[in-house]
């Protein structure tokens, strides 16, 4: 079994900044992909940043310029540095990856952070 824990939300005004955490463990051999989604309030959940083994990253058109996203392989550690926060990005952020655990690859999420952007 794997666990994704994710930290650092919170209640912020807007533009200012928040780094979110994500802490994988658990039975890993490898991680392929991780991302960073988000659901708001009576909407579906999207898509905000992914980064392969590699360092490869993609980001929602919303986010570009303003978050950052990162992994630590040794760490099975994903990061995501927000900034230039605005009242649109209210949302429960939830950690993805992508888990090869000997036999085969799973999906895996975490249980959430809320982050709040106040105007």
């Known amino acids: 079994q794997v666990q994704l824990v994710e930290s650092g939300g919170g209640l912020v005004q807007a533009g200012g900044s928040l780094r979110l955490s994500c802490a994988a463990s658990?039975?890993?051999?490898?991680?392929?992909?991780m991302g960073w989604y988000r659901q708001a309030p009576g909407k579906q959940r999207e898509l905000v940043a992914t980064?392969?083994?590699?360092?490869?990253?993609n980001y929602a058109d919303s986010v570009v310029g303003r978050f950052t996203i990162s992994r630590d392989n040794a760490k099975n550690a994903m990061y995501l540095q927000m900034n230039s926060l605005n009242p649109e990005d209210t949302a429960v952020y939830y950690c993805?990856?992508?888990?090869?655990?000997?036999?085969?690859?799973?999906?895996?999420w975490g249980q959430g952070t809320q982050v709040t952007v106040s105007s």
């Open positions: 993805h990856a992508e888990v090869f655990q000997g036999t085969g690859w799973s999906g895996y």
């Open positions: 658990g039975s890993i051999f490898s991680i392929l992909r």
């Open positions: 980064i392969s083994t590699g360092d490869n990253t």
